[in-house]
């Protein structure tokens, strides 16, 4: 079982990261939070400790890791380019909720970019996740903390949960704050293209870059990718997910078994459900929506009904996590 040590979120006591930073250097597997969500991190060098984390996350070797480094000036040390767009993107968001896909230097391990060319790197904002890469003075490669497919964790106890057994140390910072994963952006071809929606807008991106594909499918469930994690099958909760009209919200109590529902703002909803309510602003919403799943989901229920969010701009992110939850749910015949 995992060892958690709880740490102040913006002044994590030095000896707690120096005792993380000691498993990372000795190969082993620390989880710890971003400000997206919690990470299982190895030292990105060091191939058998990248296959510890496909082994604890029952991840396909072919589903690349993102790395993450403390400063841009380190990430450059592992691209073999670095196009002008990635100089722009780092500088306006770095650290932050980004991850750049570039070409790779040779010394990136293959497990690591199963394989590719490329390698995906990211310098989060996280004070305990900078902390902990100044004191390992290492890249540490790290997906999301959960097992391969399920909803990522957005606090410690989501990653004891799900990888209590398979991870060394876990660093408890309470819960993170953007609530799901970074933007992927793939700055190998021609333009930079968006292979995964995420904490920072496309709004955004395009403020600073100006043009920007967004990859076919990306967004679109059940596409061929070149980014294995927007295949469709992931960050999906345990019980069957439904995107639904707040009408249909009124006959939770139709349902057989367990209901649950996550519903927008200040819903006057009263029924025989376990009821979540997110706030109807995308930031707000993308931090508590996976706390919500997996509440629902601890809770036992075996059909969430979740109100569909704003077609808006900036709301893009939740609404590709919600469709992919729901996408790989087998409810689509009930009403
Ligand atoms: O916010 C996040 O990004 C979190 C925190 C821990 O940093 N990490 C995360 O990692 O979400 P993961 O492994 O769950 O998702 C990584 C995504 C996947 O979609 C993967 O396919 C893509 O990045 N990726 C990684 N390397 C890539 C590469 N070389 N080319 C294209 N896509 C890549
Ligand atoms: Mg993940």
Redesign the pocket.
């Known amino acids: 079982m995992a060892v958690t040590t709880r740490v102040h979120p913006s002044r994590p006591a030095p000896g707690a990261i120096r005792a993380a930073a000691r498993v990372l250097r000795a190969g082993g597997l620390v989880a710890f939070p ?1 400000e ?5 991190g190895a030292d990105a060098l060091n191939q058998a400790a990248v296959k510890k984390i496909f082994a604890a996350k029952g ?1 396909p070797a072919t ?4 790395v ?1 480094l403390s400063d841009s000036g380190a990430a450059r040390e592992l691209a073999g380019e670095w196009p002008a767009p990635a100089g722009a993107l780092a500088k306006a968001f770095w650290p932050g ?1 980004l ?1 750049l ?1 570039v070409p ?1 230097r040779p010394e990136v391990p293959d497990q ?3 394989g ?1 060319g ?3 790197l ?1 310098v ?1 904002a996280h004070p305990v996740a900078t902390a902990l890469l100044r004191e390992a003075r290492l890249p540490l490669a ?5 097992r391969s497919g399920e909803v ?1 964790p957005t606090t410690a106890a989501h990653v004891e949960r799900a990888l209590g057994d398979a991870v060394d140390m876990i660093l408890d910072a309470g819960s993170t704050e ?1 609530g ?3 933007t ?1 952006v ?1 700055l190998t071809g021609r333009w930079p293209v968006l ?2 929606p ?2 920072v807008s496309l709004e955004r991106l395009r403020s600073v870059v100006g043009r920007l594909e967004v990859q076919e499918g990306a967004g679109e469930p059940g596409v061929a ?6 295949l469709a099958r ?1 960050y999906a909760p345990r019980a069957k997910l439904r995107i639904v009209e707040r009408a249909a919200l009124a006959r939770l109590g139709q349902h057989q078994g367990r209901v649950g529902a996550v519903v927008l703002g200040a819903a006057g909803l009263s029924a025989n459900a376990r009821i979540i309510r997110l706030p109807d602003d995308p930031a707000g919403y993308a931090r508590g929506l996976y706390a919500a799943l997996h509440e629902l989901d601890d809770s036992g229920c075996d059909l969430i009904l979740v109100e569909g969010v704003p077609d808006t701009p900036g709301w893009e992110a939740v609404r590709d996590r919600l469709r992919r939850a729901a996408e790989v749910s087998p409810a689509a015949g009930l009403s």
Do not use: C, M
């Open positions: 971003t997206t969500v919690y990470g299982l991840r589903n690349p890791l993102i993450h909720p991850t896909v790779k690591v970019t199963a590719l490329t390698v995906a990211r989060p790290a997906p999301s903390a959960n990522s953007v799901i994963e970074s992927v793939d292979l995964r995420g904490g990718q070149s980014s294995p994690g927007t992931h």
